[in-house]
């Protein structure tokens, strides 16, 4: 038997929810698409970014489903008011939140969610989701190189980047309320150690559902063979 | 500058204590091997394993400060009276126990120390360095495996792997008290989860000593880029 199909036998695991949070320019959006592509490849569908609803105009690059899911403001103000919502947001007069169902369902069927989200959504999902939640909060190895790698973004203008160097105070303000931090002076050390901290935390004893009933049917067996 | 000098310069971090436990027969030996040579291959001087005071004789094979530090009765009382010791116990009439000075000396240089204890060893341990601890329960797949990695070892009778096997069932007791739980189905699976567990602790905001100036320093900075 392969070791992949003993490990399913053995153990059935829930699902977590990865937030990963930082300043723009920390160099979290590269990070998350790293992290996903090596997950993948090692273990098709093991970890899917969450998709968000948004009341913003679609924009002609993006597709419905797999950047956003579009809704009209009545859509989401219903689904706010009626807790669908693990978290949600005003920007700039548009609605953003995260659907609460479909993480659910991936958490039932044992597959990781990876939320990029700030510390206000982080706040909203910890208080509901606490028990499958890993919060972890990536900060930039310098303001030098934060300015810097917002500048090699050739989308934003000055007065954006002004604005987003503003931001990332009061962004870092809330690093102690996560459960991990990391400074980003690598990305494939940054990469490493957010694939460890997902490791590790499928290894924690509350997301290993059958856990209780293994060890049952082992003790039981250690008693007949001592028999 | 190198990524591995730019971490050194921008963060000080405080050693943990990795605890793994297990029942006889689990694998927990090859495990620690691997994960400490693995790791010091990396990285020198990372981990090592914790030396043990003992007053049990010492065997031809045994070289005093590597197996053990071996001691009289009465030294070994004065330290555990003292409270230099973060665990021990008396097994067959003769006393175990870990020493605190080197476990601390180590942690304060950022240094992690692996200690191959049992539950009652890992609730003392647990109870004394709660913040500074990580704990993690090896299981075996089976109790048929476990049987024949028993057997396997010459060094032992059959009356000895009984009485192993019944221990083991008293050892599976405590799983819920550790913060990790592993399956040792396949040997590098186990050994990657450790590190991963090692690498995603070591990434905990408590442990990394200067965070707080870190962050200072990055808001200053940006501040004054604000300007």
């Keep these: 038997m392969s070791s992949e199909a003993e490990k399913s036998a053995l153990l059935t ?3 977590l929810i990865l937030i990963l949070s930082s300043p723009s320019g920390a160099g979290k959006t590269s990070i998350s698409h790293s992290v996903l592509r090596e997950e993948n490849a090692e273990r098709a569908a093991s970890i899917h970014l969450s998709v968000s609803v948004t009341t ?26 009626q807790d669908e919502l693990l978290e949600w947001a005003e920007v700039h007069g548009n609605y953003y939140g995260t659907p609460r169902e479909p993480v659910e369902a991936a958490l039932t069927a044992g597959q990781d969610v990876l939320f990029d989200i700030d510390w206000q959504g982080t706040r909203q999902v910890l208080d509901k989701m606490r028990p499958d939640t890993v919060a972890v909060f990536i900060l930039p190895p310098s303001a030098a190189e934060q300015r810097a790698r917002l500048e090699r973004r050739a989308e934003d203008d000055s007065a954006v980047i002004a604005r987003r160097m503003a931001n990332a105070r009061a962004e870092n303000e809330h690093w102690s309320e996560y459960d991990y931090v990391l400074i980003n002076a690598d990305l494939n050390e940054s990469v490493d150690k957010v694939r460890a901290i997902l490791n590790a935390e499928r290894c924690r004893p509350a997301r290993l559902v059958n856990l209780p009933e293994f060890i049952e049917t082992l003790d039981r067996d250690l008693a007949a063979q001592a028999r």
């Design 13 to 15: 695991r829930r699902g």
């Design 56 to 81: 913003r105009a679609r924009r002609p690059s993006e597709v419905e489903g797999v950047h956003y899911h579009f809704l009209s403001k009545r859509q989401f103000e219903s689904m706010r008011d």
